[in-house]
């Protein structure tokens, strides 16, 4: 059965912000993100688990100005259950681009 591919970005502010809700088993093969400012901010990339626990791929990166992080990258994988929740969360309000490359609804 033939994977389908996606990718989607956004932007992460000083609140929680969701990044992306799974509806089916999903797994991310990249994350990156850039701080778009000019002064370094720190950020948290987490998984509500089950749309409630909270699970913390990083917590309170420090990001240097107008850099960028490939957080998930070379054959890495995270697999989001359905209703697992991916979160992020910046230290200064739009202050950070997201880009997620991700398998929609994995076969089995």
Known sequence: MAQDFESEGGQITNSATTLLTAN???AIVGLRLANILTSAVTVSIFILEGGS???????DLSLPAASSVELIQSGSKVVLQNADVLK?????ASSVDVWISRVDSIST
């Open 24 to 26: 089916s088993d999903d």
């Open 53 to 59: 626990t909270t699970r913390y791929l990083v917590k």
């Open 88 to 92: 992020g969360q910046a230290s200064a």
